[in-house]
């Protein structure tokens, strides 16, 4: 008997040694691969039984019918409540006239509306358009007309009826259902939503009205800016939803888990994760109607909370607030979120006490996505040679010049080696790997696609995002491409602001693009532009005065430029092409640019001409950006 333990003790040993040496991660490739197959096998396990989000939901509610859902300004919400409201609104959809697998757009803040809105939709089998509340005028506008929906939901506050007002005769074809008081006086489109609600019955809605559905119709529209444009829905299917709802199965969450939830619902972020992963497990939601620093670790105390979810702008002001004793006393066990800086990571790791991190790296579009299991500082993932077989992604060279994958002799990508930075891209296929695009003009899907990328007839998605791979195959983000960047933990849409910017009289060109500023997540805006009157040296004090009126009335707050950059002749390519690589390299440092610049003073939310001693300023972090 021992003869026979010491042999296989020694096979044993002799396979581990053979793996350090051959497959030297084989660990960590074994970790990552069990969760994907078991995540994969809880989302089969619901189809098989022919449920989706909303189904798991009612059966919760059976579950537990007194155990708060949502708790929101210190009320609680039982699941039977949402099931009881949920109900009411899918019928009043019915009242009202909207048809089976129609498209709703409902424009609500972070709050209990919000909730039962969405359920009552997916009880109903309509497809939900989640417009962003902070997008106002031809943006707002446009998110509206993109999504085909016939009615648009708006949720209570002045600010939204304000916004929808000021935008009715370019969304004509939409009528408008308010929830709560109606504004006075009353626009004559405004319709009541709880004057239907109220008079409904709030039984459950029997499965029949959603028979419809399968795994791959519409559950909602996620608006993002992609890589181009103005915001563009992007359709997530039921399948997808699932998949989102179960992802916080990788750190084994429970029905005893709290979430924390500040960020906006109308993100996948907020609503598929975070709010979906609540349901599946039977869990509770702290909502919260918008982050707030100096109330965060105060409301995750007073509320037990066990999960907060962020971006990397929620981590970065955490930590710059000032220190407090109580700073590590909560029951968070896990932080899960994505953006979250390198340079950030152990401090808000440390400070606050957070046993572990779950970073990831996903796009609501976007085919594939990955995470961080092992709390490796700054890593969104794992992609090694293994890995690949099963998720096979792949990097290539970036042009910064051309603004476009690099092309060997030959026309096609080049791969990047480890330690180097590459355009993240997945290869396309019926099935696993397959991209809905987005709802509108073809060419907004068609610009997401590459094609004879490796080989004639390929097809890969383009993420737009610049990642690396460390020697150990662990993947970081680097930046955004193209005319997009982050910043305030939003998309921005170069052309979008520079569509805005030009349709003032003064301005002929405008070249928008993202610089970074010490101390802050993502990148800044900054335009170059050149103006109509060609002999014209400088801007005025009235142009400023109405660029800054223009930006602050025209573009929510994220997309509005910190910078700008005044250029008698614009930055061309030899293609007549805005050239940005050259401006992003020179930034706004006044020592290096001699163009007249100004910044946009968080004070005034004025523009003003910026110095040396702005600069300076800015660049010590004494001016918030």
């Known amino acids: 008997m021992l003869a026979v333990l010491a042999g296989s003790l020694g096979v044993s040993g002799a396979l581990y040694l053979l793996l350090r040496l051959f497959w030297p991660g084989w660990y960590l490739d074994w970790l990552y691969r069990r969760n994907s197959l078991r995540l994969g096998a809880i989302v089969m396990g619901y189809l098989e039984q022919g449920k989706y989000l909303i189904d798991i939901f009612e059966e919760q509610v059976k579950r537990w019918p007194k155990k708060a859902l949502i708790i929101f300004q210190d009320r609680k919400y039982s699941y039977e409540y949402f099931d009881q409201k949920s109900s009411q609104a899918g019928r009043a959809g019915i009242e009202i006239g909207i048809k089976p697998g129609s498209t709703v757009a409902i424009m609500i803040y972070n709050e209990p509306e919000f909730v039962w809105t969405y359920l009552g939709f997916m009880k109903v089998g309509y497809q939900t358009a989640c417009i962003n509340y902070n997008l106002r005028s031809k943006s707002l506008a446009h998110s509206i007309n993109a999504s085909g929906a016939t009615v648009l939901i708006l949720g209570q506050g002045p600010e939204l009826h304000q916004a929808i007002q000021e935008i009715l005769p370019d969304i004509s074809g939409i009528t408008v259902y308010v929830q709560g008081p109606l504004p006075e006086p009353k626009p004559i489109s405004f319709l009541s939503f709880d004057l239907v609600m109220n008079n409904i019955s709030d039984a459950p809605i029997d499965r029949s009205a959603r028979k419809h559905i399968t795994p791959f119709s519409t559950n909602v529209l996620i608006y993002t800016s992609g890589t181009t444009g103005l915001p563009k829905p992007a359709p997530v299917n039921h399948l997808r939803t699932l998949g989102a709802g179960s992802s916080f199965e990788t750190f084994n969450m429970t029905s005893e888990d709290i979430v924390y939830e500040p960020l906006p619902m109308y993100h996948s972020v907020g609503l598929l994760l975070g709010f979906g992963s609540c349901v599946t497990k039977g869990a509770t939601m702290v909502l919260r109607d918008k982050f707030s620093a100096k109330h965060f670790w105060e409301d995750c105390r007073k509320y037990d909370v066990t999960v907060i979810q962020y971006i990397g702008e929620v981590c970065r002001y955490l930590v710059a607030q000032p220190k407090n004793k109580l700073d590590g006393q909560h029951k968070v066990r896990v932080a899960v979120g994505n953006g979250l800086r390198q340079d950030i990571w152990t401090e808000f790791q440390s400070r606050f006490k957070i046993p572990r991190i779950i970073e990831f790296y996903g796009a609501t579009e976007n085919p594939s996505g990955s995470v961080n299991l092992t709390n490796k500082v700054g890593a969104c993932g794992r992609a090694s040679p293994y890995l690949r077989q099963f998720s096979p992604v792949a990097f290539v060279k970036w042009d910064l010049e051309a603004q476009a994958p690099f092309r060997n002799r030959q026309g096609f990508c080049v791969p990047v080696r480890p330690d180097a930075v590459g355009l993240l891209i997945v290869p396309l296929s019926e099935g696993r790997f397959s991209f809905q695009g987005y709802r509108g003009p073809k060419e907004d899907t068609e610009k997401k696609i590459l094609r004879d990328v490796f080989e004639k007839g390929d097809q890969y998605f383009n993420s737009g995002d610049l990642m690396r791979i460390d020697k150990e195959y662990y993947l970081y983000f680097n930046d955004r491409v193209g005319d997009t960047f982050r910043w305030k933990g939003e998309n921005v849409s170069t052309t979008e602001v520079s569509n805005i910017l030009t349709s003032l009289a003064f301005i002929h060109d405008a070249n928008v693009y993202g610089v970074a500023i010490p101390g802050t997540d993502g990148k ?59 401006l992003v390299r020179e930034g706004f440092d006044p020592t290096q640019v001699r163009d007249p610049l100004y910044f946009l003073d968080p004070s005034t939310q004025v523009y003003r001409p910026l110095d040396n001693t702005a600069y300076t300023q800015i660049m010590a972090g004494n001016v918030p950006m």
């Open 524 to 582: 800044a805006g900054m335009v170059s532009f050149h103006m109509t009157d060609e002999g014209a040296t400088s801007l005025s004090p009235t142009m400023l005065a109405q660029i800054s009126r223009h930006v602050n009335e025209m573009l929510p707050g994220y997309a509005r430029p910190r910078f700008l950059r005044f250029q008698t002749q614009p930055e061309l390519t030899s293609t007549f092409k805005q050239l940005k690589a050259i």
